[in-house]
């Protein structure tokens, strides 16, 4: 059977399978809107949320989280006019902001640099997934890339909030 005729090389199938795999092995962090939790069956798989829907929840990330505990120089994410180019180079800001951040606190007696270096490599596999969505010239896995840095953006939130600071501001 040729793979476009087969109902196992469907590309929605897989991304969310690839999605709901990630999840369940600890690569990302389960968030109430993620594609699937742990212990669905593949049946019960929902499908990945499309870039008009991802696309504004990295924003709001960025403008409430990262802007005020990260890098208040980030410029602001206008969710009505989301340039995907754009995300993609603010998303490098972020996580060579956090980087800084880490080599700063090094030194540090309290601590802090671990919960840093945990932030600043969940900030980058968030710009490094983003960053794969402008290789995607069809645009069908681009979706499943850019829910993967939203997930990786939250969990480098949840990070910052329980190793790091308080909760920042909604």
């Known amino acids: ?15 969310a399978a690839t999605a709901r795999l990630l999840v369940q092995a600890g690569l990302l962090d389960p968030a109430p809107h993620a594609p699937a939790a742990c212990g669905t069956a593949a049946g019960d798989v929902a499908p990945v949320p499309s870039r008009e829907v991802t696309l504004p929840l990295i924003a709001e990330h960025i403008n409430t989280w990262g802007r005020v505990v990260i890098d208040p120089t980030l410029p602001h994410a206008d969710v009505a006019s989301l340039e995907e180019r754009s995300l993609r180079y603010t998303l490098q800001a972020l996580w060579e902001a956090a980087g ?71």
């Open 1 to 15: 059977m040729q793979p476009e005729h087969c109902p196992f090389h469907r590309r929605e199938d897989t991304c």
């Open 100 to 170: 800084e951040a880490t080599r700063r606190r090094v030194a540090f007696p309290d601590g802090s640099a671990s919960g840093w270096w945990r932030v600043s490599d969940a900030l980058q596999e968030a710009q490094s997934a983003a960053r794969r969505t402008a290789a995607d010239s069809d645009g069908g896995e681009a979706d499943l890339w850019w829910y993967i840095a939203l997930l990786h953006l939250g969990h480098a939130r949840t990070l910052w909030q329980n190793r790091i600071g308080r909760t920042p501001p909604q």
